[in-house]
């Protein structure tokens, strides 16, 4: 028998015995047979990168830079574009008055003011009629002597006030018969004149002084005493003015 026939032999008796002894007994501890190490094998793939982990904390703060020289001044760029005009700064103070300069042409010579004759009130006015007036209601004097502005309305025998202030109103009356007049002021009664007859024909007057504002009304009036008359010889007037406006 050769020496290989040998040697296989004896490595197969001793696999056989191994095998023998493993499997002899169930109840024994499983023996492991240790080989010697083999050589480090090649380094695989790297594998791909993992998902991003969680946000850590804030890291505590560094230390102070540390304040370097200044480096050298870099080349002056382009000019850019003009920005958006700011607002207006504040005034100035007035600047010096600048040389007189040439006197204008002579201009057309305006309209005739009104400003006179806008600001005065006064009027006479007269009865004319041989009948009494009515009782408790205006007179009516029918014919205007003097009524600048026509305040004074003939037609109802009241007179308006167009301008404020102080005014006076007299009258002067011829009357036949027994003869009150009052005066009123926007409903007020002001002042009763009467006069009884004594003689076939009689003249009675009177007059007040009365503060005025725009839109206000005085008129005369007479009661169950309404002898007045305005006839040839024997006039009936009533008169007023402003004499100083507000």
């Excluded at 001793?14 to 492991?32: D, K, N, P, Q, W």
């Amino acid at each position: 028998m050769g020496f290989g026939i040998k040697v296989f032999l004896g490595w197969g008796f001793v696999l056989f015995l191994l095998l023998a002894i493993s499997s002899s007994s169930g109840a024994e501890t499983t023996r492991y047979c240790y080989g010697i190490p083999g050589l480090p094998g090649v380094p695989g793939v790297s594998g791909k990168d993992g998902r991003d982990g969680q946000k850590g904390g804030k890291g505590e703060p560094g230390k102070p830079a540390v304040h370097g020289s200044q480096g050298p001044r870099g080349e002056s760029g382009e000019p850019g574009q003009p920005g958006i005009p700011g607002k207006n700064g504040p005034r100035g103070p007035p600047g010096e008055p600048g040389d007189p300069g040439l006197k204008g042409l002579v201009g057309e010579p305006g309209e005739t003011g009104s400003y006179k004759r806008n600001h005065q009130s006064a009027f006479t006015v007269m009865r004319q009629t041989s009948q009494y007036p009515d009782k408790n209601a205006p007179v009516v004097f029918n014919k205007a002597i003097t009524n600048i502005n026509g305040d004074f309305d003939t037609s109802t025998g009241k007179f308006t006030c167009r301008i404020s202030g102080l005014y006076y109103f007299t009258f002067y009356t011829s009357h036949t018969a027994n003869l009150c007049v009052n005066m009123y002021h926007n409903r007020d009664k002001v002042a009763s004149f009467c006069d009884h007859m004594a003689n076939a024909k009689q003249v009675s007057s009177g007059g007040v002084l009365l503060q005025m504002t725009e839109g206000h009304q005085v008129w005369l009036a007479v009661n169950d005493y309404n002898g007045m008359v305005g006839i040839a010889g024997s006039d009936s007037v009533f008169s007023g003015f402003l004499l100083f406006p507000d």
